[in-house]
């Protein structure tokens, strides 16, 4: 009985950990991903994309 209560217990940490990550990574007001090091790793440099294809197209 005890070892299912702490199956269940350790269940439900994992869920709300998840539903954590999950929540942080949709509805964050801060710039970045989940992982909270404020870190700009998952922005978009859509002008930088352009220069790069520029260049490679220019190499040809």
């Given at each position: 009985?005890?070892?299912?209560?702490?199956?269940?217990?350790?269940?439900?940490?994992?869920?709300?950990?998840?539903?954590?990550?999950?929540?942080?990574?949709?509805?964050s007001?801060?710039?970045?991903?989940?992982?909270?090091?404020?870190?700009?790793?998952?922005?978009?440099d859509?002008?930088?994309?352009?220069?790069?294809?520029?260049?490679?197209?220019?190499?040809?």
């Amino acid at each position: 009985m005890v070892q299912e209560i702490i199956i269940i217990f350790v269940f439900l940490l994992a869920a709300g950990y998840l539903l954590r990550l999950g929540y942080k990574s949709f509805f964050s007001k801060e710039a970045g991903c989940a992982k909270g090091c404020g870190g700009g790793c998952s922005t978009i440099d859509l002008a930088k994309i352009q220069r790069e294809i520029e260049a490679r197209q220019a190499l040809k």
